[in-house]
């Protein structure tokens, strides 16, 4: 479902970059139509129209190349946890 480009040393570098409204380099594709125009987020598809809870950027899609999307907390960590580097997520288990 996503590819990474780059891997993150950790989830606060990640977490640097968004703060400083850096771009995720992570692509989505078979997003659903609204979370693929940044409009829900892309892991629990919650709209962001009418009743826009906190979300942070988390990349791009694919096909529309719009910027999209998750919650900020559980699902932006879901929708990250492939761009923190595989060493780091060892040394956590
Ligand atoms: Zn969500």
Redesign the pocket.
Known sequence: MSEPTRYYADMDALLADAEAGEHIRLTWSGLAPLPADGLA??????SYIHDG?P?RPVGRDAVTGSQVF??TG???DSATADLIAPTTRGERA
């Open positions: 987020c892309v892991v629990c598809g919650q809870g979300h998750a919650c559980t699902c932006f």
